[in-house]
């Protein structure tokens, strides 16, 4: 592939090739030698290239998306607002980065300047603000921002004198969820240094400029080397696809489902009491949670498919110096964890494998390893959202992540602590192509179920871990199966009797295009019956019937059964030595049968009866 012969054609070939990033025919790993020479003519990261790659095939999607709400209870002035946000602007290259198509490939320019004006909506007359609200957020996060123009969003949205909501949605491109947090922390020493009448034009950032200079050296290095090399003999094979339910993901929509739904505190707290326990790596507390999480969804994905070898996506800030961590700009990056299961794990176990196996993925986690539809190579992603935003200007806050609706994975699952309060948040996404309602309250169900059985058994194998409670079991195995029934003492011919005095005229039998009502039943039945016993048919005598089925056959059953007889029932199909056997044997006093099967029949001198041919004479007894 020659990128820097024809730029344009190669970056169309590139796109064709990997729906979303490049990928080799043998496994879906980025092949980050052709995305280095597409590099060379752009000036994007990798990770920033897989994204602008992205959103070229999503470009009416909004999984790129990053969107905030902050509560703020205390009164904030728009003059001093609109100020701080515009000097963040002008301190931050990020903010003011747009990209270009040149040639056809990617190009990231700093504007000089960004002009920028607050929106400001007043709900504070409205009746219910919270629905015109709810509205108004849903809206504005449905804006897809077009990366040749400003690649953020804010308003700030007055509920009362004391009530304000700030909104604020960037792309990914040039933001994540920690250059959030940062543009939090500015705005509110910004604001507050405007209402001290002391905010300065500009002030002192770090530039994501320097992080891109650090990228184009490193990719120079050889440590860039022995880490491609490293993914590459990583994902050489393929990675079985995760069968949701017996659904094989096709991934033909983003649309996607959230759910959110809190694990409780008691729960919550067992938790972190287990990952405290357990956590012989000495990782930070924040770490060993998040390996107790990927633990219980590994044993439910493995439960729901049978897969014994999962790749689960666990996002990394990817920020490795102290001035990285204070810089707005897209860093984050998803690493694949690959992860066995064996008969003999328990959770235990399984925590260690994890822990391992997350310390390897960190230590090669500078590439960029894409994650192309047709061949993923994960379709499920666990995150933990460690930030926290406690309050703006002085005054504590309250903030939500909004939901764009939109996801690249069949299964993203969403861990958070809101405020800190020790009880965790989960925030199920769904893809509406896999999941509908009922599998998503199943889903829900199972992982919770999932979250005790490994707390009360995490030294249990994993196969012993359930999926459904006790309370189920009990309602499956026991209250569902209470299927024991009173049997009425009634003989069968008084039950007919009494269902043809109650619904005469109700069609009792069909059969092929024929049809008849309780009444005509009983009646041709009491006909045959009758008939029958002026033949000699009374309790214990035998009645052979050979038919083929029909009305009449069963018209014969049920005759037999009034005259007191006991049926015999003879298939036509039996070879004649056979049925001259079978009536010999049971010495039948009357056979039942039909007109073109006469002939069939051996000599046995048994008294026949046509039921179609005697219908005339049948049907004068009374």
């Not at 110096?321 to 959770?347: A, H, M, R, Y």
Request: glycine share 4%; charged share 20%; hydrophobic share 40%.
């Amino acid at each position: 592939l020659n990128i820097a012969a024809n730029p344009a054609q190669s970056l169309r070939e590139l796109l064709l090739s990997s729906e979303l990033t490049v990928a080799s025919s043998k496994t879906s790993l980025v092949r980050t030698a052709e995305l280095g020479d597409l590099r060379g003519c752009s000036n994007l990261t990798e990770h920033q290239l897989l994204i602008w790659l992205g959103h070229q095939f999503n470009s009416d999607a909004l999984i790129y998306n990053n969107a905030l709400t902050f509560t703020i209870p205390t009164q904030i002035y728009l003059i001093h607002f609109q100020a701080a946000f515009q000097v963040l602007i002008n301190s931050s290259d990020a903010l003011r980065t747009i990209f270009l198509a040149v040639d056809g490939v990617p190009q990231q320019k700093v504007l000089p300047s960004c002009s920028y004006i607050v929106d400001f909506v007043d709900l504070s007359q409205v009746t219910d603000y919270s629905i015109a609200l709810a509205n108004l957020l849903e809206k504005r996060a449905q804006i897809v921002f077009d990366l040749e123009k400003c690649l953020f969003d804010t308003v700030l949205v007055k509920l009362s004198q004391q009530k304000f909501v700030w909104y604020i949605n960037t792309h990914q491109i040039i933001s994540d969820g920690l250059s959030l947090s940062l543009i939090f922390n500015h705005i509110s020493e910004l604001y507050t240094l405007s209402t001290h009448n002391s905010l300065p034009q500009i002030i002192l950032l770090p530039q994501f400029q320097d992080y891109l200079d650090y990228e184009r050296n490193y990719r120079d290095s050889e440590r860039y080397d022995k880490v491609k090399y490293h993914w590459q003999q990583k994902l050489s094979e393929p990675i079985e696809p995760i069968g949701f339910y017996g659904k094989t993901p096709t991934n033909t929509t983003t649309f996607a489902r959230r759910v959110s739904t809190k694990l409780g505190y008691d729960r919550s707290q067992k938790l972190q009491a287990l990952s405290s326990h357990h956590n012989s790596t000495n990782v930070t507390k924040n770490t060993a949670v998040f390996n107790v999480f990927l633990a219980i969804l590994s044993i439910y994905l493995h439960h729901i498919s049978g897969n014994r070898k999962l790749a689960i996506g666990i996002p990394i800030h990817n920020r490795r110096s102290p001035i990285f961590k204070k810089t707005i700009g897209s860093f984050v990056q998803v690493l694949p964890l690959c992860i066995d299961i064996e008969d003999n794990d328990n959770v235990q176990s399984l925590l260690k494998k994890i822990a391992a196996g997350i310390s390897a993925s960190l230590r090669y986690s500078q590439c960029a390893i894409g994650n192309p539809r047709k061949n993923p190579v994960y379709d499920a992603i666990l995150n933990y959202h460690t930030t926290t935003f406690i309050d703006f200007a002085g005054s504590q806050i309250d903030f939500d992540w909004i939901h764009t609706g939109h996801s690249n994975e069949s299964l993203s699952i969403q861990i958070r602590d809101v405020g800190l309060s020790g009880d965790f948040t989960l925030d199920f996404d769904f893809n509406c192509n896999i999941f509908d309602d009922k599998l998503i309250d199943l889903a829900i169900q199972h992982f919770t179920q999932v979250v005790d059985s490994s707390l009360e058994n995490f030294a249990s194998h994993i196969s012993k871990i359930d999926l459904i409670s006790e309370r189920e079991k009990q309602q499956i195995l026991v209250e569902l199966n209470q299927t024991q029934k009173n049997i009425s003492a009634q003989l069968f011919t008084d039950v007919l009797a009494e269902q043809t005095y109650n619904t005469p005229d109700r069609i009792a039998v069909v059969f092929e295009n024929q049809s008849v009502t309780y009444a005509e039943l009983n009646a041709r039945s009491n006909q045959l019956a009758h008939h029958l016993q002026s033949l000699g048919v009374e309790p214990e005598v035998l009645v052979g019937v050979y038919t083929e089925r029909s009305l009449n056959m069963l018209v014969a059953f049920l005759a037999i059964l009034k005259a007191g007889g006991v049926y015999v029932p003879l298939d036509p199909a039996l070879p004649k030595e056979r049925l001259a056997y079978i009536l010999s044997d049971s010495q039948v006093s009357v056979l039942l049968t039909q007109k073109n099967l006469v002939t069939e029949l051996p000599e046995q001198g048994t008294y026949i009866v046509c039921l179609d041919a005697d219908l005339e004479k049948i049907s004068k007894q009374n």
